[in-house]
């Protein structure tokens, strides 16, 4: 039976399963919308892969993104990794040559240089939403356009006009003045695209020493636009990768894939049947002492499966990985068939 190795990212605007074979070739892509619900989604994702794959074709999962721990906690994971871990094992199993990664993704952006296939220093911006997907929805939202179309508009463009793009009100309130000016909306796209570039070199690039081969990947890859105002930016050639949407997913279930066949270890998978059990995730604030820690806590079947949040460390330290096996019940008998020495590598 042949093998196949699962990558789960959950981002803040979407949430991306991929499956690849034992080659590290991607044979499925799923791209789902979170609109806040998570598990919901993660969920979803599993009911549609359960139509081709079973159980038993499922040799090693790992799970990334904001969302991670909480897919980790449903699905039963051999690897949760942040998305820079993820992002760069992707990249540079694609594009083997890359040393600089240029991701831009739904609420954040990342800048990742790398040599000879390391991480050796990344940057990241997730305190302003200006140049990112969910931004540039917005703005094509109010221009009453696709936003599939907001890339091709740019390249009609003979200029792009100086747009403020270091915040994104002020790029917004840029963007109407230059309309109401009587500018045209291709070199008002153009100049929003190369406005945050200039915005993502600035604030994520500075002091870094930017070298060829570039990969851009992430949801916003999509815009042609954008992969211009980069490449005249840099005055070099910036790859795509075709899966560029899902690349932190890829980049999960290769990482799953290298741990299980490194370790000798069977996987932790829980089983498609998860998709249609009944999880909650809730939270609480401790008042044990001044910290105020904000706990989060996953319940199935009445049972709390895990916590996490606390900075002591006493609630999550109640729910061990065992623990959490024994209270999913029958939807973890699965793994009584398996070897269960294998712990979560998390990283």
């Given at each position: 039976?042949?093998?196949?190795?699962l990558?789960?990212?959950?981002?803040s605007?979407s949430?991306?399963?991929?499956?690849?074979?034992?080659?590290?070739?991607?044979r499925?892509?799923?791209?789902?919308?979170?609109q806040?619900?998570?598990l919901v989604s993660?969920?979803?994702?599993?009911?549609q892969?359960?139509?081709?794959?079973?159980?038993?074709?499922?040799?090693?999962?790992?799970?990334?993104g904001?969302?991670?721990?909480?897919?980790?906690?449903?699905v039963?994971?051999?690897?949760?990794?942040?998305?820079?871990?993820?992002?760069a094992?992707?990249?540079?199993?694609?594009v083997?040559?890359?040393?600089?990664i240029?991701e831009?993704g739904?609420?954040?952006?990342?800048?990742?240089l790398?040599?000879d296939?390391?991480?050796t220093?990344?940057a990241?911006?997730?305190?302003?939403?200006?140049?990112t997907?969910s931004?540039?929805?917005?703005?094509a939202?109010?221009?009453?356009?696709?936003?599939?179309?907001?890339?091709a508009?740019?390249?009609?463009?003979?200029?792009a006009?100086?747009?403020?793009?270091?915040?994104?009100?002020?790029?917004?309130?840029?963007?109407?003045?230059?309309q109401?000016?009587?500018?045209?909306?291709?070199?008002?796209?153009?100049?929003?695209c190369?406005?945050?570039?200039?915005?993502?070199?600035?604030n994520?690039?500075?002091?870094?020493r930017?070298?060829?081969?570039?990969?851009?990947?992430g949801?916003v890859?999509?815009n042609?636009?954008?992969?211009?105002?980069?490449?005249?930016?840099?005055?070099?050639?910036?790859i795509?990768?075709?899966?560029?949407g899902v690349m932190?997913?890829?980049?999960a279930?290769?990482?799953a894939?290298?741990w299980?066949?490194?370790?000798?270890?069977?996987?932790?998978f829980?089983?498609?049947?998860?998709?249609?059990?009944?999880v909650q995730?809730?939270?609480?604030?401790c008042?044990?002492?001044?910290?105020?820690?904000?706990v989060?806590?996953?319940?199935?079947?009445?049972?709390?499966?895990?916590?996490?949040g606390d900075r002591?460390?006493k609630?999550a330290?109640?729910?061990t990985?065992?623990?959490?096996?024994?209270?999913w019940g029958?939807?973890?008998?699965?793994?009584a068939?398996?070897?269960?020495?294998?712990?979560?590598?998390?990283?």
């Amino acid at each position: 039976m042949q093998r196949f190795f699962l990558g789960i990212d959950v981002g803040s605007v979407s949430t991306n399963l991929v499956m690849i074979d034992g080659q590290g070739d991607v044979r499925e892509t799923l791209y789902l919308r979170t609109q806040g619900k998570p598990l919901v989604s993660i969920q979803a994702g599993l009911r549609q892969l359960a139509k081709d794959y079973d159980d038993a074709m499922i040799a090693a999962v790992g799970t990334t993104g904001s969302g991670r721990m909480l897919a980790d906690v449903l699905v039963g994971a051999d690897v949760v990794k942040n998305e820079i871990t993820t992002h760069a094992a992707a990249a540079t199993h694609l594009v083997p040559a890359v040393r600089t990664i240029l991701e831009i993704g739904g609420q954040d952006s990342k800048l990742i240089l790398c040599r000879d296939g390391v991480v050796t220093d990344f940057a990241m911006n997730t305190v302003c939403a200006a140049g990112t997907g969910s931004f540039l929805d917005q703005q094509a939202a109010r221009m009453q356009m696709p936003i599939e179309k907001l890339g091709a508009m740019a390249l009609e463009a003979k200029h792009a006009v100086r747009i403020a793009g270091r915040c994104a009100v002020f790029a917004e309130s840029d963007m109407i003045h230059k309309q109401q000016t009587g500018h045209g909306l291709p070199e008002i796209v153009a100049g929003l695209c190369a406005a945050l570039v200039r915005n993502f070199l600035s604030n994520l690039a500075k002091g870094k020493r930017l070298e060829a081969p570039f990969v851009f990947q992430g949801g916003v890859a999509a815009n042609v636009g954008m992969k211009q105002a980069f490449e005249e930016a840099l005055g070099a050639p910036v790859i795509v990768p075709p899966q560029h949407g899902v690349m932190g997913a890829i980049g999960a279930a290769l990482l799953a894939k290298e741990w299980v066949e490194s370790h000798g270890v069977a996987t932790r998978f829980k089983g498609m049947a998860v998709a249609d059990a009944v999880v909650q995730a809730g939270s609480w604030e401790c008042s044990d002492c001044a910290n105020g820690c904000e706990v989060i806590e996953v319940i199935t079947a009445g049972s709390p499966v895990a916590r996490w949040g606390d900075r002591c460390g006493k609630w999550a330290a109640r729910m061990t990985r065992d623990e959490q096996d024994v209270a999913w019940g029958d939807l973890a008998a699965g793994d009584a068939e398996r070897t269960t020495a294998a712990g979560s590598f998390v990283g």
